[in-house]
């Protein structure tokens, strides 16, 4: 059996660092307008914490392939502008409905198979219009902090040269101390949370208005990519067993708070490449590396809540674009090496980068179905050889 390595606790370690500092905001804020206290917020980031621990260990131990999972970042949006219409038993209610949905869901192997037809073009086209936007965000912060970008980015092209594998960890460990350096006081506080449930509330008007639609965002922006993503990196995973899995975990969850599980996109991808292991069979182990994490992450709920909150924007904008770069120049060179699917590859990675959504459906989504219609047009319109 091989040993662990360093990149595969670093790579790990980026992706929990990533995954929470771009959206546990969002998570804070849904869970205090759902109408939870503030000992309920600590319960929800640990139930999501606990779910995303459970499913990325398992899954991956058990599929010997990166299975890295997450919450719900365009889900939880979408809720933070709607829960306010509804009770936190009610709102609670549509979060198990949401994994009843997503359990029936995954037991399809008609809709999986579609989605393995994916050419790899479009799927590599796909993540590189996802991380497309993070990568050109580590320049956004030039003009204001043209100091801390220079220092990163002067580690980035030294780290690269010298010492490769142990690069991101490095840059995270730098980022946490920044953050503590450039913020006078850290209101960090210790206590171990607790799990609090809420009996759910099962509506019609909750089933419509929030359950369905959490649904859908969540199947269409996130465990679509997702599925993607494996193709992507060349991982043929059974995804049935997987999803249903991430189904069930959050059916459990949710009264405590973990309103949804999925497939994760970004943050998979820093476990998928070579800076995590540049032998493919073994990257599995910086998703369980990643699953560690999130229980660390989980049972620090009260301290995370104040250090991600505190963590300065450039910093999460350097971290999260540099530790994605390799990724994204992989991405974009996949999906241009068969030369009749690039112009549908452009087509659905520049309309992934775009960012906009529309019938709260994320551009990732439509990208995917017009890349994806144009190939069909494409092969509709040449000609039938005599």
């Avoid at 497309?132 to 990163?152: G, T």
Wanted: hydrophobic share 55%.
């Amino acid at each position: 059996m091989k040993q662990w390595k360093f990149s595969h606790i670093s790579a790990g370690l980026t992706a929990v660092t990533v995954g929470y500092s771009s959206a546990v905001v969002i998570v804070i804020e849904l869970a205090r307008r759902a109408g939870a206290s503030e000992a309920m917020v600590i319960s929800w980031l640990l139930a999501l914490g606990l779910g995303m621990s459970i499913t990325c260990i398992f899954f991956s131990w058990l599929t010997k392939m990166p299975v890295v999972t997450a919450w719900s970042t365009p889900g939880a949006a979408f809720l933070l502008t709607t829960v306010g219409d509804y009770s936190l038993a009610e709102v609670i209610g549509a979060f198990v409905l949401c994994a009843v949905f997503s359990l029936a869901t995954a037991q399809s192997r008609t809709l999986l198979s579609q989605i393995n037809r994916i050419p790899s073009a479009i799927s590599s086209a796909l993540l590189a219009g996802i991380l497309l936007p993070i990568c050109l965000a580590i320049f956004s912060d030039v003009n204001d902090n043209p100091l801390i970008v220079a220092l990163f980015l002067a580690i980035y092209l030294m780290g690269s040269r010298l010492f490769p594998r142990s690069l991101m960890l490095l840059l995270l460990v730098l980022s946490v101390t920044l953050s503590f350096t450039l913020q006078s006081h850290l209101p960090l506080s210790f206590s171990l949370p607790s799990v609090i449930w809420v009996t759910p509330d099962f509506s019609i008007a909750a089933t419509l208005g929030l359950a369905l639609p959490l649904f859908i965002i969540t199947t269409l922006s996130q465990n679509l990519p997702g599925i993607a993503i494996h193709h992507a990196h060349g991982y043929q995973v059974d995804h049935k067993p997987i999803l249903s899995g991430i189904a069930i975990v959050q059916m459990i969850l949710a009264p405590f708070g973990g309103f949804t599980f999925n497939l994760a996109a970004i943050t998979a991808a820093l476990c998928m490449g070579e800076h995590a292991d540049p032998d493919k069979s073994q990257r599995y182990k910086a998703a369980i590396a990643a699953g560690l994490g999130y229980l660390v992450m989980g049972i620090l709920a009260s301290v995370v809540v104040a250090l991600f909150v505190s963590m300065p924007t450039v910093i999460v904008h350097l971290l999260a674009g540099l530790a994605l770069l390799a990724t994204l120049q992989s991405a974009v060179t996949r999906s241009m090496e068969i030369e009749h699917h690039r112009p549908a590859a452009l087509l659905t990675m520049l309309c992934t980068a775009s960012g906009f959504s529309l019938l709260s459906i994320t551009s990732a989504v439509w990208g995917l179905a017009l890349g994806l219609l144009l190939l069909l047009v494409q092969k509709k319109a040449q000609p039938i050889s005599k």
